[in-house]
């Protein structure tokens, strides 16, 4: 008789890819919010088109240049927290090789235009100011984000975020004065002009890729040093409601009346055409490292301050018992948090990170060595780099 043999098979090893990871980021704020099996699987498909231009690629391999995220993910989840809406949103960054600012560029217009052509998306205020952001600064840390908005029952629509120092640094009031001009924002400029400190810097130029009066714009303003008072006195304005609340907001992320945020934290303005000031505005802090940098101290800390506002944490509870891994510490799983008030109400929003690299390499975002084409060199690839200050 003979003895058939067979040969044991080769083993096939799963490669994780960017968008595997990033998904899975997104999928569990998606629960946390209550999407049903529908609602997820339409965020996760928005997700794959906004990141078409890296979502193949493998984790392992080196990354891309990004200012989006401490370890240059190039993209983030976040989760609105007001009791009342189911609210899930990402923002993303398009890429392209090789890495460069002019590459992104082509690369996020690409995407927009895919968004005008699946989804609708009006890019009737994108085309107005295109021009304005060109030529590129090629040392510029970043050039067009998108954004996505995922409501609970609704359908998604879009946002962009515009670097205004794209054309570099000392550029940043030129540019977004000559776009708020074109977008008929002009007569708030003096307001804007006024508020801005020496250091302070303008950062980005942002609005809904929606049609007509619905479309909310708004300036990011990136204050060189912040405490809880100083951000306070930024979120006053004429019929403004809370600013004490904001102080006590920064106090209960930052551990302390006294606590500096250097260079992370923000002030965003909502302008309109025809007025002179903003209409509303909201507070950004970036939670790691400038807060904490252990994730468990910056959950605690954020109970704390959603306690204090009246908010509900279930949600928050439910996506970051998820995104932490069991067993063991993690950091900088939170990015930032935001607080505004709509109709009286307060509402806070929890950016989170998918750490697509924050294992391997630590916070290479957070003022790099080198940006472009990758925050790690071929010498340094597989090390893991120290914890940098805020770029």
């Given at each position: 008789m003979v003895r058939s043999s067979t040969s044991p098979m080769p083993e096939v090893r799963f490669?994780?890819?960017?968008?595997?990871?990033?998904?899975?980021?997104?999928?569990?704020?998606?629960?946390?919010?209550?999407?049903?099996?529908?609602?997820?699987?339409?965020?996760?498909a928005v997700l794959r088109t906004l990141a078409g231009s890296w979502a193949d690629m493998p984790l392992s391999s080196p990354p891309r240049w990004s200012g989006l995220g401490a370890d240059a993910s190039g993209c983030d989840v976040s989760l609105v927290v007001d009791g009342l809406r189911r609210e899930v949103r990402v923002t993303v960054e398009a890429q392209d090789d090789p890495p460069s600012p002019p590459t992104y560029w082509s690369a996020a217009l690409r995407l927009s235009r895919t968004l005008e052509t699946q989804y609708g998306a009006d890019l009737s205020r994108l085309d107005a100011i295109a021009d304005i952001f060109t030529p590129l600064d090629p040392n510029a840390a970043g050039v067009l984000w998108h954004?996505?908005?995922f409501q609970k029952g609704k359908p998604p629509w879009f946002k962009v975020y515009l670097h205004l120092m794209a054309l570099?640094?000392?550029?940043?009031?030129?540019?977004?004065?000559?776009?708020?001009e074109r977008l008929r924002l002009?007569?708030?400029?003096?307001?804007?002009?006024?508020?801005?400190?020496?250091?302070?810097?303008?950062?980005?130029?942002?609005?809904?890729?929606?049609?007509?009066?619905?479309?909310?714009?708004?300036?990011y303003v990136r204050h060189a040093e912040a405490t809880a008072a100083t951000l306070e006195t930024a979120a006053k304005l004429p019929g403004a409601s809370r600013p004490a609340d904001v102080r006590g907001f920064v106090e209960d992320l930052t551990g302390g009346a006294d606590e500096i945020i250097r260079r992370g934290a923000l002030t965003s303005l909502q302008l309109r055409p025809g007025d002179d000031v903003p209409i509303h505005l909201s507070t950004h802090v970036r939670l790691y490292p400038h807060c904490a940098t252990s994730d468990a101290v910056m959950s605690t800390r954020l109970r704390i301050a959603l306690r204090r506002l009246g908010l509900p944490s279930t949600s928050y509870d439910a996506a970051i018992a998820a995104l932490v891994s069991e067993g063991r510490a993690d950091e900088a799983v939170h990015g930032w948090a935001s607080i505004q008030w709509i109709r009286q109400r307060p509402c806070a929003t929890v950016y989170f990170s998918p750490r697509l690299y924050f294992e391997r390499y630590g916070p290479i975002g957070l003022d790099p060595v080198r940006m472009w084409p990758s925050p790690v060199g071929p010498a340094n690839s597989q090390e893991r780099r120290p914890l940098c200050a805020p770029p």
């Open positions: 490669e994780p890819t960017r968008f595997d990871r990033a998904s899975r980021a997104l999928r569990a704020l998606a629960k946390a919010s209550e999407f049903d099996g529908g609602e997820e699987e339409q965020a996760v954004g996505a908005v570099g640094r000392n550029a940043a009031r030129i540019t977004a004065r000559a776009a708020m002009g007569a708030c400029w003096p307001f804007v002009e006024t508020r801005l400190g020496a250091d302070d810097e303008l950062l980005f130029l942002s609005f809904d890729l929606v049609p007509g009066s619905d479309a909310r714009v708004k300036l």
